[in-house]
C-alpha cells in the first residue's frame, strides 16, 4: 500500500495509519511509538500503551534513545537522548499482508544502562532482504528501568519490552509478518532480558525462537538492588526513593551510575559486588522474578516447551573492557584474585600469561560462556531444540590486542562491518564471507529453527565455530 508520492504505508490493526519510505527495494518505518513517555506522572510507573489515532502518522526518523551516558563520553560532556523513547522500528520487504514472513525482534544490550535501537550497528535492512521482517525495540535503561523501588513496578524495561513485544503479536501483520514465527534476539545485556523473559508466564506465546547473543544472565538480589540505588543517590546527592528521584535532573543520576560502570574501586568502596561491571540490572524481586534465569525456566520448562533456542559466545568477551586504554596491563593478581572471591569460582591454573589475560578470561567465562553452555543444556533438555555458536575471529583492533571481544560479532551478524562502529570492532577489512555465513545461519533459523548445524545434546556436544577454519568443534 503506498500514498499518492509512492511512500509506502500500513493500517494497523487498531489505530491509525504510519507512513513510512523506500530504501533499496525495502520498507522502512522508524520512531513508532509503542508506549507513551515513560515521565512525569508515568515516571516510574508500568508503561501506557500508545493510543490509537485517526488519519496518518510519518515514521521517518528514529525516536530518541532512552537518556543515557554514551560509552566514550568525556567527564564533561552531557548525556543523550530523550522522553519519548519508547518506540520501535521495522524494516521489511515489499510484500503483502498474507505474506507470512518470520519475525526478528531485537534487543539491544548496554549493561541495562546504555544503548539504544538506533545504533547504526543495528540497521535491519540486510535481515529484511533476506525476507525478514526485521524489529528494533528501545526500553527503559538505568534508575527509570532497573533500580528497584518499593513503592514501584519492579523490572520496568522488562515490563516496556513485554509491551513491544505484544505491539508485535497485534500489528507486524501490517507489514506482511507473521506473529506465529517470532524470533527474539539480543546480545549481552538484551540477550539476558530475554533470558529473563523466557522464564514468565507473561512472554509465553511472544516468540517461539530466541538467539542468545553473548548471554549475560546476572541478576540482583533485593539487597544488592538496594546497595546499588544507596549508592548511585549518595553520588547523585539524591534521596534514593521514588519521589525525590521523580524530581532530581536526569545528568546527576546517569552520571553516578556512569561513575560507578567505570570504576571497580568504587564500586567496592561503596559496598557493591565487584564481579559486576555495571550497577543495575534485573532484580529478584519476587514478584515479577521469582528465580534466576536458569532456575525459573528449570520452573517453566517441568513441561516440554516448543521454544527453540540459539546461543552462544565469544572466545575473549572480556577484552572489550580491559584493552582500550591500556587496562589489560594494569591488572594485577591481587585483581584475579579479588574477582574469583567475589564471584565464588576457583582460581585457573597459573599459565604463562599475565593476570590481565587470567583476569580476562575467568570473567569471559562467568559472564558469558557458562551461562551460554547452561542455557543451552538445558533447552537441549527441556526445549523443543538447542543449538550453540562460539565467535573465535580475532579483532585486528587496538593492535591486535581485542581479540573475539564483546561485540565484535555485531557487525558480522547485522552485515553492517562498514560503519564507524563497525570498522572500531572489526577494523577496515573484515571477511565479509564470515558476516554472510552468520548472518544466513540467524536468518536460516529464524525460518526454520535449523541454523544450519547439528544441535547440541547433552551426551552429543556440539558448537558451531565462526571465523576459525575448524567449522564445528566439542565445547
Not at 525482534?105 to 521482517?133: I, K, N, T
Not at 532497573?146 to 507486524?172: E, K, S, T, Y
Not at 568504587?266 to 534466576?292: N, Y
Request: proline share 8%; charged share 15%.
Amino acid at each position: 500500500m503506498t500514498d499518492a508520492r509512492g511512500a509506502p504505508e500500513v493500517q494497523l490493526s487498531h489505530g491509525g495509519r504510519l507512513r513510512g519510505w523506500r530504501e533499496a527495494g525495502l520498507r522502512v518505518f522508524k520512531g513508532i511509538r509503542y508506549a507513551l513517555p515513560p515521565f512525569g506522572t508515568r515516571r516510574f510507573a508500568p508503561p501506557v500503551a500508545a493510543a490509537p489515532w485517526q488519519g496518518v502518522r510519518e515514521a521517518l526518523d528514529f525516536g530518541p534513545a532512552f537518556p543515557h551516558w554514551p560509552r566514550h563520553a568525556a567527564p564533561d560532556a552531557d548525556p543523550v537522548g530523550g522522553e519519548d523513547a519508547l518506540s520501535l522500528n521495522v524494516w521489511a520487504p515489499d510484500a503483502p499482508a498474507d505474506a507470512r514472513l518470520p519475525v526478528m525482534v531485537w534487543v539491544h544490550g548496554g549493561g541495562f544502562v546504555r544503548g539504544s535501537a538506533s545504533e547504526p550497528l543495528y540497521d535491519g535492512a540486510a535481515f529484511a532482504r533476506q525476507g525478514v521482517v526485521f524489529v528494533s525495540i528501545q526500553y527503559r535503561l538505568g534508575v527509570d528501568g532497573f533500580a528497584h523501588l518499593p513503592d514501584a513496578p519492579p523490572n520496568r524495561g522488562l515490563l516496556d519490552q513485554l509491551m513491544a513485544l505484544r505491539w508485535v503479536q497485534d500489528h507486524i501483520g501490517a507489514w506482511g509478518g507473521d506473529a506465529a514465527r517470532v524470533t527474539a534476539f539480543g546480545q549481552s545485556a538484551g540477550a539476558g532480558a530475554i533470558a529473563c523473559l523466557m522464564g514468565l508466564p507473561e512472554a509465553r506465546g511472544l516468540f517461539q525462537r530466541v538467539i542468545l547473543q553473548s548471554p549475560s544472565v546476572a541478576c540482583q538480589t533485593v539487597e544488592e538492588a538496594q546497595a546499588a540505588l544507596a549508592a548511585i543517590g549518595e553520588l547523585a546527592g539524591v534521596v534514593p526513593d521514588r519521589a525525590a528521584l521523580a524530581q532530581a535532573p536526569l545528568a546527576p543520576l546517569l552520571r553516578a551510575v556512569q561513575r560507578l560502570t567505570q570504576d571497580a574501586g568504587l564500586r567496592r568502596t561503596m559496598g557493591l559486588a565487584s564481579r559486576h561491571l555495571f550497577p543495575l540490572r534485573p532484580v529478584l524481586d519476587g514478584r515479577m522474578l521469582v528465580a534466576p534465569p536458569l532456575q525459573a525456566l528449570q520452573t517453566a520448562w517441568q513441561q516440554p516447551s516448543s521454544l527453540q533456542l540459539l546461543v552462544g559466545h565469544n572466545a575473549d568477551e572480556m577484552r572489550l573492557y580491559h584493552v582500550p586504554g591500556g587496562g589489560l596491563a594494569r591488572i594485577t593478581e591481587a585483581d584475579v584474585e579479588d574477582f574469583a572471591r567475589s564471584a565464588g569460582v576457583a582460581l585457573p591454573v597459573a599459565q604463562a600469561s599475565t593476570s590481565g589475560e587470567r583476569l580476562c578470561a575467568l570473567q569471559s567465562d562467568y559472564h558469558y560462556a557458562a551461562p551460554a553452555a547452561a542455557l543451552a543444556h538445558l533447552a537441549a533438555t527441556r526445549a523443543a531444540s538447542a543449538h550453540r555458536y562460539r565467535f573465535v575471529w580475532p579483532s585486528p583492533g587496538f593492535d591486535g590486542h581485542l581479540g573475539a571481544a564483546h561485540g565484535v560479532e555485531l557487525p558480522f551478524v547485522f552485515g553492517n562491518v562498514d560503519n564507524a562502529a563497525a570498522r572500531e570492532l572489526a577494523g577496515t577489512s573484515p571477511p565479509r564471507a564470515l558476516s554472510q555465513q552468520m548472518q544466513q545461519a540467524w536468518v536460516r533459523f529464524a525460518k526454520t529453527g535449523d541454523p544450519g548445524w547439528a544441535a547440541h545434546r547433552p551426551e552429543l556436544p556440539c558448537v558451531k565455530l565462526f571465523g576459525a577454519r575448524e567449522a564445528v568443534a566439542a565445547p
